[in-house]
C-alpha cells in the first residue's frame, strides 16, 4: 500500500537526523567558547565593558564587511536603535513584511512607529517588490522629497527587508524601489548572518541593517544583536543610544539625553568572538545539509526543499520545505507525524498582520504571503546534524 504523505516525510527527514529525537535548532559549542568565557570570568571583565565586546564588533565588521557594527542585548533592541538613529519618528509609518516574526514589527512600534504591512514571493520568501512597487504607486504620494501614505496621511518612513531563513531578498532591485519613492532601507538580516548576495553580505546593503544572537540562529551569544552600518556618525549615535548616553569621562555620571541600557555584556560577547571563528564552518554544514535533504526528498510527491536563488549564498540557517498548494491542507498533519516521531518541526509564522495588536495597521493585499503561511515547514537544521 502507497505510504501517506506525512508517513514519506517522517521517513525523508529520519533519513538525514536518524531515529533519535531532533531539535529543529541547536547550537555548537566546539571551538573557544570555554577560554574566553573563562578569561571573562579569570579577569571580572564580565559586564557592559570588556575586551571581547570590542574585539566582537571588529570581528563582526571585519566578517560582513560593515563599516561598523555596535553590539547590542538582542535582534529587536538592534532594531529598535537602527530604526531610531535612521530618522523614524513617532507617527512614521515603516513598511514590513507580514510574514515575518513578531520582532521585526514590535521594533518598529517600540519606536512609537505603525508598522505597515508588504508581501512575499516565493521567489525569495521576502518581500515581493514587483507587488510592492505597484503599491506604493498607488497608496504613496511624494512631499518635499518624503513619502506619505495618500490614505491616512502618516509619512512613511522606511522598509525593513527580512531575509527569511537566512535566503536573501533581491536587494538591488529594492534599492532601487526605495531609492525612487525616498525610503530608507533598515535590513532585518536577524537570520542570514554568513548569507551573501551577488558576494556581499546581507545587512550592508541599507543604511544599516541588524543582526542576532539568539540562542536558535547560526551563531549564538545566549543573547544578543548588533548593528552594521557603513556611516560613522550612525554607528556613534547608535553606540550612544543603546548605553545610556553616557558622555565619556573618567569618573563623572552625565547624560544627554534619554537612552537605552541595550549593551551586549562581555560575558556574552566571548562566547560571540568563539562563535564567529566558527561560523563559515557552520555554514558549510548546512550547504552540505540540503544537499541530503534533497536526496531524501527526491521522491516525496508534492514537497520541495526550498534552494537559493542564482547570485545568492545563503546561510541555510532554517531548512524550508514548501508544500505545493494541492497538499496545503497536509500541512497540520505532516506537523503533527513529525512531532509524533520526534522529529521537531514547525510551521513558518502566522501572518504579523493578523495577530490581535496588528489587525488594524495598513497594509497591502498579501496573497503572495497567505499562500506561503499556509505551505512553510521548517526542519531540523542543526550543523551537526552533518557531522556523521
Ligand atoms: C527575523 C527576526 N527579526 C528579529 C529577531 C529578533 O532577535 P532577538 O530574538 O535577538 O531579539 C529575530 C529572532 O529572534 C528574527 O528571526
Known sequence: MRQSLPALVVKALQQVAGQDPVALHEPAFNGHEWDYVKECIDTRWVSSVGKFVDRFEQDLAAYTGAGYAVAVSNGTAALQVALLVAGVEPGNEVLVPALSFVATANAVSHCGAIPHFVDSDEATLGVDIPALARYLDEQTEQRHCQCYNRTTGRRVAAIVPMHTFGHPVDMPALLDLAARHNLTIIEDAAESLGSLLDGRHTGTFGLLGTLSFNGNKIITTGGGGAILTDNKELATKAKRLSTTAKLPHRWAFVHDEVAFNYRLPNLNAALGCAQLEQLDGFVAQKRQL??????????????????????????????????????????????AATNDAGVMTRPIWELLSSLPMYQANPSMELTGARSLGQRIINIPSSPELVRG
Open 290 to 335: 540540503v544537499d541530503r535533504y534533497l536526496a531524501a526528498f527526491d521522491n516525496v510527491p508534492g514537497v520541495s526543499l526550498y534552494r537559493e536563488r542564482p547570485g545568492a549564498r545563503a546561510n541555510y540557517w532554517l531548512q524550508t520545505l514548501i508544500l505545493d498548494q494541492e497538499v496545503a491542507d497536509q500541512r497540520d498533519s505532516i506537523l
